[in-house]
């Protein structure tokens, strides 16, 4: 089955720097690799996708890239602010949509 | 638009009790998905519906767990005796459907469970 790894587990960045957060993917047949924002408390919140046939997106400070060939995805945060802290998941999805989740990373952007 | 609903949002019981968690996933949503997400860790797929049909569950304790969609809308989730290692939240999540090409998954609030 699919296997997402994630890295890293923490992040400590100062506000206004930039956060970058890795993940690799294990089954080629993978076609959906979304990013998830979970706040404490709180359910996952999707906050930015991006499909297969696709090498990047951008959507204000957070923009995501893909490398097929490699199997793995990225996402980039720019200009951090405090409200950025969170725990952030990488998944992929395969077929019937059933998605795999990274471990998390625990971001925390310092004022 | 109202989100995915889930009840209750924190439970408490001993190991070997039983328990059940609903959730009421967005208006529309066919599918339907039970994650069990461990402290520290990323959310598990634990049963995903289609309608009122399964669509996967090969990552579901079918020994102590087991889950209903009857009529294609709310679902209910049940551990049926719990061990401590069941302490998790519990996340219901929906989708429109797999044949709409749209995956993105809305996730409900999640019910922690703590087995003592």
């Known amino acids: 089955g699919e296997n997402v790894e994630q890295h890293p587990s923490t992040l400590s960045v100062q506000e206004g720097d930039s956060a970058v957060i890795k993940c690799t993917y294990s089954?080629?047949?993978?076609?959906?690799f979304p990013w998830y924002k979970q706040e404490l408390g709180k359910g996952p919140q999707l906050i930015i996708d991006?499909?297969?046939?696709?090498g990047e997106k951008k959507d204000q400070r957070i923009a995501v890239t893909l490398n097929k060939t490699a199997k793995h995805f990225s996402l980039h945060i720019t200009e951090t602010q405090p409200e950025d802290s969170a725990v952030y998941f990488c998944?992929?999805?395969?077929?019937?949509?059933?998605?795999?989740f990274g471990a998390g990373t625990r971001l925390t952007v310092k004022p | 638009e109202a989100g995915v609903a889930q009840s209750p949002r924190y439970k408490i019981i001993e190991k070997r009790q039983s328990v059940a968690f609903w959730c009421n996933p967005i208006?529309?949503?066919?599918?339907l998905y039970w994650y069990q997400q461990i402290l520290g860790q990323g959310p598990k797929l634990l049963i995903q519906f289609q309608n009122n049909g399964v669509v996967d569950d090969s990552q579901l304790p079918k020994d102590r767990f087991s889950a209903e969609r009857l009529k294609g809308v709310d679902s209910t989730l049940k551990i049926q005796p719990a061990k401590l290692e069941d302490s998790a939240v519990y996340l219901c999540?929906?989708?429109?459907?797999?044949?709409?090409?749209?995956?993105?998954?809305?996730f409900g609030p999640g019910t922690r469970l703590t087995v003592l």
């Open positions: 208006s529309g949503h066919a599918t």
């Open positions: 998944a992929a999805a395969f077929e019937n949509n059933d998605m795999r």
């Open positions: 089954d080629s047949a993978s076609n959906y």
């Open positions: 999540a929906s989708s429109l459907s797999l044949a709409s090409g749209n995956n993105e998954q809305f």
């Open positions: 991006i499909r297969s046939n696709v």
